[in-house]
């Protein structure tokens, strides 16, 4: 079942301004570790933080908060599981308001697609809930 759909469009030129302006401050208040060593290999860096600033804004949609409510930046971030398909952590408020909204016997499964066609990059989140296994 959908507990959550999000979606956004953001402009990698916008931010490769914050990027200029704000430099280190902006990195560490938006982007976790991982997404910062994955995005400064690229060579369209502003790119790739562009993607993964639309998929923490539509994250924090499908969550229904948006960036309020204990949902920080830094609570979702994108990582891609051994198979390569994208999709997203949540810690700290965004974490607990996916097991909030999570129902009993079931666990959360987030799908995401990220994409860019400069100078737009796009990102979509479905949160679903999906009957756990007995495998635990």
């Given at each position: 079942m959908i507990l959550g759909i999000g979606s956004d469009i953001t402009d990698a030129r916008r931010?490769?301004?914050a990027l200029e302006r704000h430099g280190e401050r902006f990195l560490d208040r938006v982007f976790t570790p991982t997404e910062r060593a994955k995005s400064d290999r690229r060579a369209r860096r502003a790119e790739s933080?562009?993607?993964r600033f639309a998929a923490k804004e539509a994250c924090a949609?499908?969550?229904?908060?948006?960036l309020a409510q204990g949902v920080f930046w830094r609570d979702?971030?994108?990582v891609n599981l051994p198979s390569g398909?994208?999709?997203?952590q949540l810690t700290g408020?965004?974490?607990?308001?996916?097991?909030?909204?999570?129902p009993p016997g079931?666990?959360?499964r987030i799908d995401l697609t990220i994409t860019d066609d400069g100078p737009l990059a796009q990102a979509f989140v479905i949160i679903s809930a999906v009957p756990k296994t007995n495998a635990e």
């Open positions: 931010i490769a301004q933080y562009a993607k949609k499908a969550l229904g908060t948006g979702m971030g994108v398909r994208p999709t997203m408020g965004a974490g607990e308001r996916l097991a909030a909204m999570t079931y666990e959360a």
